[in-house]
């Protein structure tokens, strides 16, 4: 098996393609570079409505998702914008994030689970967060 595929299914990103993993040595983050697959490109972020391109957006976005070890991990891809018939000019849909969030949808559903079951300092401390 592939480096990139090992990392996918450690990371549980379905539907994405991982293009290179690199440490920022400075702030003990694992930088994972990250794009969409083929099927999903061009979708609308709020309603995944194929639609065509309008930009290239704002460069890069970054994800927190779940840690390694005692490192923070990051998810970074390109962050083009469609023009969805419906909601007009939107960044496109990825399938790791929820629209409009800094976080991906295992570190969401792992925080929420903790909060339910656990102590908030609990959770800050385990998540690394404030």
Do not use: I, Y
């Amino acid at each position: 098996m592939r480096q990139t595929r090992v990392w996918a299914k450690g990371l549980g990103l379905c539907g994405a393609v991982v293009e290179g993993v690199e440490l920022e040595a400075w702030s003990n983050t694992v930088v994972v570079a990250v794009r969409v697959g083929w099927q999903d490109r061009d979708r609308c972020g709020l309603c995944r409505r194929r639609s065509p391109g309008f930009d290239l957006g704002r460069g890069r976005r970054r994800w927190r998702t779940l840690g390694l070890g005692s490192s923070v991990t990051v998810l970074e891809a390109d962050s083009p914008r469609v023009n969805c018939p419906e909601h007009g000019v939107v960044v496109a849909w990825v399938p790791w994030a929820r629209h409009r969030s800094r976080f991906t949808r295992t570190f969401e559903e792992q925080a929420a689970w903790l909060t339910a079951h656990s102590a908030q300092s609990t959770v800050a401390t385990l998540l690394r967060v404030t």
